[in-house]
């Protein structure tokens, strides 16, 4: 049923645990070796794996087309020898896809871990696809299928299934695999301009990473414009953050602001983005507004999407600022904050009411609107909303709509407690 392929270099390292990892999730095991002098080969076999041999020629593409251009198997499943598949993922993928027709490919959720695995950025990357000799990998460096998906008007699925990659946490493998890629890119592209905005994206990608800020700016802005005639959404919401990243490097904090404002528009729970916007207003000494877009980030609630995020690192930043905040003016919300902060660190699932329940025990009103109505779209149907909502809004001095609201609650959620004594209480 699943074809599991793999391109490989001196991966002595790496190999193992990745094959490991992934037992039981492919019926067959393909790896291309591109000219490994260490022990890669020999431990391939040791978990089964087809060894086939692929001359390097400084295209990840060609390599990647040998690979899957070996398998036999209904479905491909690709990886590198630094990721890491969970368990669960190998088990109810096996699951999902055997009832799956064969026009589909699947995102999954690529985590490239940090701090030993506590934090690191997410997005969505297609793993799955059928076995189809007219799908195939293009670009020589940061290689992807989407031109053949899209060709072939093949459904693209979300999963939210996971798949950990490791070969980011060394910030020095990092540069040295980023200087790599630039002369890859110049090599398939003698004029860069001829670059399509993907590719565009990820050169100026590898020029911020070694810091160069002015020049990786530039191809920004190339990239954003080719994506916007391309009409590639993703790029278009993404890029703009990402040149607002760069601008506060070169400390141009309106201009950052004004491509945040570009991408928030276009997807206003990028989390990125609005982590990116609080840290703009402190830096900029405009502490309420600070506090309202840490306040939303410490709610947040990513959804399985392609766009980039860390949820982990940007809700234990949004606690840490909104607790060194409240310290002097509110040291019981400050320590109910960094209580929060510690039960998540501890394990305790994110809950995205906690701020606002917070600001509602401790009569902040203002505040706890705020937080909620960022909260409003995704989560506005439940009770725990109409519950904090109602009180907030009775805080700040709204009684009639607080009424309003506790009334509808009670005939939308009969059977909630907490609901029906708040509309005792208040008399509805």
Partial sequence: MISLCMIVKNEEKNIGECLESARGLADEII?????SNDKTIEIAKSYGAKIEHFAWTKDFSAARNY??????CQWIVWLDADDRVPAKTAEELRKKISTESMNKVFYLVICNTANEGKTGTRFSQIRVFPNNLEIRFQGKIHEHILPSVKKLNLIEE????????????????????????????????????????NAMFH????LEIIEDYENALLWQKNAFEKAKMERYNYLETLIPQNIARILEELERIDEAMEYLDISLKLEPNFGFAINQKAKLFDKLGRKEEAVKWFGYQASFVQK??????????????ALQFLGEHWKLEQPQIALNILKTLKN???????????LAEIYVANNKAKEALDNLEFLKNDFGNKPE??????????LNGNIQEAINAVSKAKEKFPQNSDIAELAIAMGV
Avoid: W
């Fill in 344 to 354: 998540m660190l501890q394990g305790t699932p994110h809950n995205p009411f906690a």
């Fill in 158 to 197: 979300k999963c939210a299934l996971e798949i950990f990659h490791t070969g980011y946490e060394d910030p020095i493998i990092l540069k040295e695999k980023q200087i790599r890629n630039l002369d890859l890119f110049k090599e398939e592209y003698p004029d860069l301009m001829k670059m399509d905005s």
């Fill in 31 to 35: 790896v291309v070796d591109t000219g």
């Fill in 203 to 206: 050169y100026a990608v590898s």
């Fill in 304 to 317: 399985v999407v392609s766009l980039p995020s860390d949820d982990m690192r940007m809700h234990v930043n």
């Fill in 67 to 72: 690979s899957i251009s070996k398998a036999s």
């Fill in 385 to 394: 909303f109409a519950f904090l909502q109602s009180q907030a809004l009775v």
